[in-house]
């Protein structure tokens, strides 16, 4: 499963782009979240004219992550005629997206992902990222191979944990900040530092990185999303 990073950046951090990722299997374009500046980023680097199918599964509301989910509506539904698939286990996007002007007519809202070319399955997990709105990250699997990415999570659930070491998944993608706040929305790196023992770090990818801190983090032993993979 080759997920191919759109960003690796935090809200703050916009040189490293938004954090999400896309992957292309035939025609269908599946992707992690859509923020700010991801149409921006597809229309440059996918042909969206020969896209058949958009599968957009979303980690939470924030604008660095679905700021430019309307555009991507509204282009393939003013343009082609084509209704993209929106996935999110909260109806609370069915409420922003209205309030952007876009009715359902305009796009196919699911609380999961149905059946899809690429037999892809993202099973939700829910996260701790803020106290006022539901976040997830997501197993995602394709028949031969499990990965996990987080969103935006202030921690790594204890069974994800788990799941890295006994060799369930393949790879970890997660929110990793520098710095330590006692009341933390993003996951200090220490904190992974402490869960995952060195020999496992090869399979876990930092992003929502909040500067340039790729060093730090591979001294560490982590690998950086975005960067090819084992
Ligand atoms: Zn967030």
């Not at 040189?15 to 979240?33: E, V």
């Not at 859509?34 to 509301?61: N, P, Q, R, S």
């Not at 997206?97 to 809202?109: F, P, V």
């Amino acid at each position: 499963m080759k997920w191919n990073f759109i960003g690796k950046g935090s809200a703050f951090y916009p040189p490293y782009g938004n954090t999400g990722a896309y992957m292309l299997c035939k025609k269908s374009l599946y992707l992690l979240d859509c923020g700010e500046m991801a149409f921006d980023f597809l229309y440059h680097h996918i042909d969206l004219d020969a896209v058949d199918h958009v599968y957009v599964i979303l980690t939470h509301l924030h604008a660095d992550h679905v700021g430019s989910l309307g555009t991507l509506i509204s282009y393939f539904y003013c343009l082609h005629k084509k209704r993209i698939n929106v996935i999110h286990p909260e109806d609370t996007v069915v409420r922003l997206l209205a309030l952007e002007g876009l009715e359902t007519d305009a796009y196919c809202y699911s609380t999961q992902l149905g059946e899809n070319e690429a037999g892809l399955r993202a099973a939700p997990v829910k996260v701790r990222h803020v106290d006022n709105m539901e976040c997830y990250g997501y197993l995602l699997s394709d028949g031969e191979e499990t990965i996990y990415y987080s969103g935006d999570a202030c921690e790594l659930p204890e069974g994800i944990r788990e799941m890295l070491l006994t060799g369930e998944l393949a790879r970890l993608y997660h929110d990793t900040s520098t710095h330590d706040s006692p009341n933390p929305s993003h996951c200090f790196y220490g904190k992974l530092e402490a869960a995952i023992p060195p020999e496992y770090r090869s399979r876990v990818y930092c992003m929502h990185l909040d500067s340039p801190c790729e060093e730090l983090l591979k001294e560490k032993g982590f690998r950086i999303a975005g960067e090819s993979e084992v």
